[in-house]
Every structure is written in structure tokens, then in C-alpha cells.
């Protein structure tokens, strides 16, 4: 059974951090073979993508996180990571891991097959 499970979220002040982590299991092939990404989705607004990480480690951020949210992943242990700092009211929202079997990760949402549930973070002003 293919999984993803995200862990790490919560509620923090503005200027926080949080650490989220996302476990992989089950993949058909080797985790390592795997384009990943970090995704969020607030209250009445789309999906949209937060930072990807392809599998040779290109990493790709969206302009509202870069410089704030660092991306990286664990081949050997499954893991993919996005440490965000200096949170703002506005990075409200549920966070998801998402995979895809390519070579190339992008920030757009339709290109993922494999979805986690996901984990709330929540910041306050």
C-alpha cells in the first residue's frame, strides 16, 4: 500500500518555525527514482505548490516561500523535509507531500499521482 504521511505541522506566532517531515512507504519503485513536493492549500483558495525536490535534488521554490522554506529529502530513510522560518499569517494552511515517478518535479499540483493526507499549520499574527 502506497503512503504518504506528513507529521511536523501545528500553530505558531508570526516570525516561527516549523518543521515538516513526510514519510514515505510502499512506493513501487526506489524512493530515490521519485520527484517530490511540498503543497499547501488554504481555506477557499486552489492548491498550490510550495517547493519540489527532483530526483537528481534540483529544488524549485515558489516565489512567496523562497528564502524562508528550505526543501530536502532522505533517500535512505524515505523522508522528505520542508523546515519553514519566519512564518506568516498568510502560510496558513493544510500542507501535503506529493510524489510522481519522473525526473523532473514541478510546482504544479496535476503532475503528482501520489498524495499524503496532510498537516495543518497554523500561524497567528
Known amino acids: 500500500q502506497v503512503q504518504l504521511v506528513e507529521s511536523g505541522g501545528g500553530s505558531v506566532q508570526a516570525d516561527g518555525s516549523l518543521r515538516l517531515a513526510c514519510a514515505a512507504s510502499?512506493?513501487?519503485?526506489?524512493?530515490?527514482?521519485?520527484?517530490m513536493g511540498w503543497f499547501r492549500q488554504a481555506p477557499g483558495k486552489e492548491r498550490e505548490g510550495v517547493a519540489t525536490?527532483?530526483?537528481?535534488?534540483?529544488?524549485t521554490y515558489a516565489g512567496s516561500v523562497k528564502g524562508r522554506f528550505s526543501i530536502s529529502r532522505d533517500n535512505a530513510k524515505n523522508a522528505l523535509y520542508l523546515q519553514m522560518n519566519s512564518l506568516k499569517p498568510d502560510d496558513t494552511a493544510m500542507y501535503y507531500c506529493?510524489?510522481?515517478?519522473?525526473?523532473?518535479?514541478?510546482?504544479?499540483?496535476?503532475?503528482?499521482?501520489?498524495w499524503g493526507q496532510g498537516t495543518q499549520v497554523t500561524v497567528s499574527a
Open positions: 525536490i527532483d530526483r537528481a535534488g534540483r529544488i
Open positions: 506529493a510524489a510522481k515517478y519522473s525526473w523532473q518535479g514541478t510546482l504544479q499540483p496535476h503532475d503528482y499521482n501520489i
Open positions: 510502499g512506493l513501487t519503485y526506489s524512493y530515490s527514482m521519485y520527484s
